[in-house]
């Protein structure tokens, strides 16, 4: 459910004065309450310790460095005020900054800026924010997934050789393997030798290294 703007206090911040003051102006429009403007993350945590607003609407980018000022003044803010929610305007997908954003739990919001494309929706989502929701863009979705697969030590290896570690995972020896797999135990031995390198787990001179992989499989589940 959405909240009524009608009374939420929003401060708004971004270096660039005429997308600010837009914004500003079409929240205001739409019944929220802007009671603050900042262009910087020094301004920012400066008026929203002194308003305690309902919500912030942020850049990450913001002088003077142009790099995470407005993330790192959202966490600060989420630190001291946990009841001001947070929505980030990106111009950019960037999944390790909002993967910090987003670890901050509820009424948190992670939108691209050039994916706005609908005023009402918009707003609705900005209220909905306000309300208590976390509402993360769906292009950020598909990358932090993709992130998440490319991250994925396991990703490399063969169907066969999936097959082969959950059979390892379940405690079976090669020999055990081979008869359910229907494979001779040479093979399974090739295929663990795979797995093994795949996973970049050396040989130490001993067997560690198979309950190693056998770890990083239980990891992934």
């Known amino acids: 459910m959405s909240a009524q703007p009608n009374g939420v206090q929003v401060v708004v911040a971004d270096d660039d004065v005429l997308l600010r003051e837009g914004l500003s102006s079409l929240l205001a429009r739409s019944g929220f309450e802007i009671v603050g403007q900042a262009g910087d993350a020094e301004s920012l945590l400066a008026v929203t310790r002194e308003l305690k607003p309902d919500l912030v609407v942020t850049d990450i980018r913001m002088p003077p460095t142009h790099t995470s000022e407005g993330l790192d003044a959202a966490q600060v803010i989420r630190t001291?005020?946990?009841?001001?929610?947070?929505?980030?305007?990106?111009?950019?997908?960037?999944?390790d900054h909002a993967m910090e954003l987003l670890a901050g739990g509820r009424a948190i919001g992670y939108l691209l800026k050039t994916r706005v494309t609908d005023v009402d929706d918009f707003v609705d989502t900005v209220g909905r924010i306000a309300g208590g929701a976390s509402i993360v863009d769906p292009a950020l979705v598909q990358e932090l997934v993709s992130a998440r697969r490319r991250d994925d030590p396991l990703a490399a290896l063969s169907t066969r050789e999936h097959e082969v570690l959950t059979l390892m995972a379940?405690?079976?020896?090669?020999?055990?393997?081979?008869?359910?797999?229907?494979?001779?135990?040479?093979?399974?031995e090739k295929h663990v030798r795979s797995i093994l390198t795949k996973l970049n787990l050396p040989e130490t001179g001993d067997d560690h290294r198979r309950v190693r992989a056998v770890i990083m499989y239980l990891d992934s589940r």
């Open 80 to 95: 001291e005020l946990p009841d001001t929610a947070i929505l980030v305007l990106s111009a950019h997908v960037d999944v």
């Open 170 to 188: 379940q405690g079976l020896s090669n020999g055990g393997i081979g008869r359910r797999l229907w494979v001779t135990e040479g093979t399974v």
